[in-house]
């Protein structure tokens, strides 16, 4: 069997099928245009839309190396030879021109005669329903009937999700010997161990799977193949596991190096975390960044996993930005933005590893009270809700706490973890629910709709001549509606813009000789369709009538306008900060725009002045905006800016404005940039680990703001009677002012009270171990730490509480003198917190509470001079 690289692989694999007519696509983004799907989670997701139907594709024969993340069986991850994250998977594809046949056939020819894999270690699967499969197997590729297999369908049927393109698949097997086998006479592909190694997967897209799971026959047969490169890398280079061929061993061997441990010593860290910074290096290069919910939290759970496993290793400070370079250095000439994008690769992986040693600080901090708690109890069982805070709101390992735990002879309630870990989980599928409760809506109007198709005429007209094809309750198809009636309706031909890329809807009226239909949202559950939204004002509205459908003027200018002016910022933002920015989201409204972006330190003011000054640049320049089409292939080959990773709608649509910036966008827009009048940021922040958003206006809402801006600072000014060169000087004179009454004022406050309470403090009854008091104008804790630290010093044995009522509830500290060793205010706030309500926590001698009810507050002293007066004892309370 000739020895083959993976990139040889790669090579033969694409030049077979260029061969065989099919055009060479480059991989799409991992961050996929389907709104159902967190990640690409196989070849065929960038060609989903063509399967449905909904997009005419450009070539009738595909093929892609496509890069993937899958994270369904994480925990097996570095555990088995075979389970990875990323990965990449070879696909050729059909659109409806070539079916189970010719798959085939390729399929075997290009193992057996490229790859030169031994014919009699192959044999395949097929779905126990697919007699057509199985016939073209037998009779047209000549495999002996020995060599086919039927499953079911948990092995034998494909889909993308729980909706959408599926159906029946047949796979090819590579035997790896009977000595990796379970021994079995009767073992077969199909079985569940290592011997027949899946090679190959060819599904024959036939159904599109509705929401409520029944099968529908898709426009055309498709085919959409699927063979891992990692996996038949090892076969071809015949080895045991995927971590030993050539895409993971020089990771493998540099994290040797940085470890100064052999892989043999730990594989399972070592095959993790060389799986793990492939992951992530490509998962930024596509622009995911840490967050803590979606595809977000996704790569800050690999990096902090791998950073975890790197302790096993010995690398106790941030390491995986290192292992990221030479992910880039093996990979960056096949997928260039991993080269563009080596930096921010760097500092993300950095900052997040860094982010993450500070979280396992402050995780241990509150294990260690916990454990302090735990012994000052003699109990040596910790509960297991607070093991779960620790994983959940700290985010420390669950490994790590159990290690700690067994070394200083603790335990922890495994079946209350898991009940804490099961709420968490049902919240999180209720959020996931909540999430696609919109998709699928918008699933049930495509279903709805299902047949119809609109015209969208919006980008050159703001009024159409239309006719009603189809009107809707919202449950069903209806013929009409009267007046009141809130509907769904489709138009032939329709001016409204529908939500999407960012960019809100068109409102107005479709008016009809009968009946006045008010516009208030549109969508567009498909490429083909626009469903109306609205409630019929005047008389009633029948299908089939026609009538004209107009868009509201204001509300459209308003959104072009915003939508412009994001093109021009897009742009200034890479001039200003570099060609690193992606935009990582946009919101497009009538009233204003928001920008989200990749960047790693909040803007000075200087680069928010040169940005916004940039962009006015470009609007006084009165630069043209027009719009062409082209492949998706020529318009990268000119630079133009594919935001989403679109790789299969054709003719793209390029938005240019003048020589300045040009993107695919489907967006609506302004003429000419003047019309953009002005352009005014509002504000920049950070939303998440890099990720930076800012928040402007333009045109005549700019306009507006600016006026008001300046009738304030009119107003201020005769208010202060200065003129408005000297108005800051003036201000800051007064601030100043302000600042020193202040502080005078608090230090006379603090003297009387010191006064009051020492005096009080000289009627303490003698014995007593508590001295309280209880103001009730509302003092600040700062204050209350100032003054207790005075008086403690006139207090030789027991505790200070001063709170200070806030409504109904009183917050306050409490500050302890010549406490014996034992005695811990901090454990005291949070076992009382569970009697009277409130909560608090802190140092043994210095705790500070909030909550408690007024009305309490005299049994909150009794319990704590009980708590005191047991520990002056020798025992706890």
């Not at 196989?42 to 005419?56: H, R, S, T």
């Not at 919202?474 to 890329?501: C, R």
């Amino acid at each position: 069997m000739t020895v083959y690289s993976s990139r040889d692989i790669r090579n033969l694999f694409l030049a077979f099928f260029r061969n065989r007519g099919h055009e060479v696509l480059p991989s799409a983004s991992l961050v996929p245009q389907d709104p159902t799907l967190l990640l690409t989670i196989a070849g065929m997701v960038p060609f989903k839309p063509i399967f449905l139907g909904q997009v005419k594709p450009s070539f009738r024969r595909v093929c892609t190396v496509q890069k993937c993340v899958r994270v369904s069986d994480l925990e097996k991850v570095g555990y088995t030879p075979r389970h990875h994250t990323f990965f990449e998977m070879l696909g050729n594809f059909s659109f409806g021109d070539y079916f189970k046949k010719e798959a085939c056939q390729w399929a075997w020819e290009f193992l057996t005669e490229e790859l030169h894999l031994p014919v009699e270690r192959l044999s395949v699967s097929v779905h126990e329903k697919d007699e057509e499969a199985f016939r073209i197997w037998r009779d047209v590729v000549g495999l002996p009937e020995e060599k086919i297999v039927y499953l079911g369908d948990e092995d034998n049927f494909w889909a993308s999700g729980p909706v959408g393109p599926c159906g029946y698949c047949s796979e090819i097997y590579y035997d790896t010997g009977k000595e990796r086998g379970c021994g079995r006479e009767d073992c077969r592909p199909g079985c569940d161990c290592d011997r027949f190694l899946e090679v190959w997967n060819l599904v024959f897209m036939e159904f599109d799977r509705q929401s409520d799971g029944t099968l529908r026959e898709l426009p055309s047969k498709n085919i959409d193949t699927g063979m891992g490169l990692e996996r038949v890398s090892a076969v071809v280079q015949n080895v045991e596991s995927n971590f030993e061929t050539d895409l993971f061993l020089p990771l493998i061997r540099s994290l040797e190096g940085l470890s100064g441990i052999p892989y043999e010593k730990e594989k399972p860290a070592f095959r993790l975390i060389a799986d793990h910074s492939r992951a992530v290096a490509f998962l930024i290069a596509d622009g995911v960044y840490p967050a803590n919910e979606g595809r977000g939290y996704v790569l800050r759970r690999l990096i902090r996993r791998a950073h975890r496993f790197g302790k096993k290793l010995g690398l106790a400070k941030p390491f995986l930005h290192e292992l990221a370079f030479r992910v880039v250095e093996l990979m960056g000439d096949v997928y260039p933005e991993l080269r563009r994008n080596e930096t921010t690769i760097a500092q993300v992986v950095f900052q997040e590893e860094k982010r993450f040693e500070d979280t396992l600080a402050l995780g241990f901090a509150r294990l260690e009270e916990l454990l302090e708690e735990a012994r000052a109890k003699n109990a040596r069982t910790i509960p297991g809700r607070e093991i779960f805070k620790l994983y959940d709101t700290y985010g420390l390992p669950l490994d790590f706490t159990q290690e700690v735990l067994r070394e200083e002879g603790f335990s922890f309630s495994q079946e209350e973890f898991e009940e804490e870990m099961e709420h968490q989980r049902a919240r999180a599928r209720k959020a996931q629910e909540e999430k696609l409760s919109g998709l699928k809506g918008q699933k049930k109007e495509e279903e709805l709709f299902s047949g119809f198709r609109s015209t969208f005429v919006g980008y050159d007209h703001l009024s159409a001549e239309s006719v009603l094809l189809a009107l809707s309750d919202g449950n069903e198809l209806i013929p009409e509606a009267s007046q009141g009636a809130e509907v769904l309706f489709v138009l032939d031909v329709t001016p409204f813009y529908a939500e999407k890329g960012g960019q809100e809807w068109d409102t107005g009226w479709f008016v009809t000789p009968s009946g006045k239909v008010e516009v208030l949202q549109v969508s567009g559950p498909s490429a083909a369709l626009s469903v109306h939204r609205g409630i019929v004002r005047e008389g009633r509205v029948k299908v089939g009538e026609r009538g004209k459908a107009l868009v509201n003027g204001k509300r459209r200018r308003g959104l072009e306008t915003h939508h412009t002016v994001t093109h021009l910022l897009h742009r200034a933002l890479r001039e200003v900060l570099g060609e690193q920015v992606k935009q990582a989201g946009s919101f497009v409204g009538e009233e204003s725009l928001r920008f989200d972006f990749t960047h790693f330190a909040p803007l000075s003011d200087e680069e928010l002045e040169a940005v916004e000054r940039r962009v006015n640049e470009k609007i006084a320049e009165d630069l043209p905006v027009y719009v062409s089409f082209s492949s998706l292939e020529e318009a990268q080959k000119r630079g133009v800016v594919a935001l989403f990773g679109e790789k299969y709608e054709f003719p793209v649509r390029i938005v240019r404005v003048g020589d300045y910036t040009a993107e695919l966008c489907g967006g609506t827009h302004l003429r000419r940039t003047s019309e953009a009048l002005v352009f005014v940021i509002l504000s920049e922040s950070s939303i998440g680990a890099g990720i930076r958003r800012i928040e402007a206006v333009a045109g005549w809402r700019a306009l507006e703001m600016l006026r008001t801006s300046r009738k304030v600072l009119q107003e201020v000014r005769e208010l202060l009677n200065v003129e408005e060169a000297h108005l800051l000087r003036t201000l800051e004179e007064l601030l100043e002012e302000n600042r020193n009454l202040r502080k005078l004022l608090a230090r006379e406050r603090k003297e009387r009270i010191l006064r009051e309470l020492r005096e009080k403090l000289e009627e303490m009854p003698r014995g007593s171990l508590v001295f309280a008091y209880l103001f009730e104008d509302g003092l600040d804790l700062e204050l209350l730490r100032e003054v207790a630290d005075v008086l403690r010093g006139a207090l030789s044995r027991g505790a200070i509480a001063l709170g200070t009522a806030e409504g109904e509830k009183v917050k306050g500290i409490i500050a302890g003198v010549g406490l014996g060793g034992g005695t811990n205010l901090g454990a005291f706030l949070r076992e009382v917190s569970r009697t009277i309500g409130g909560g608090g926590g802190g140092k043994p001698h210095f705790a500070q509470f909030g909550g408690i009810p007024k009305s309490r507050w005299g049994e909150f002293l009794r319990y704590l001079e009980e708590f005191l007066k047991a520990h002056e004892a020798g025992h706890g309370p």
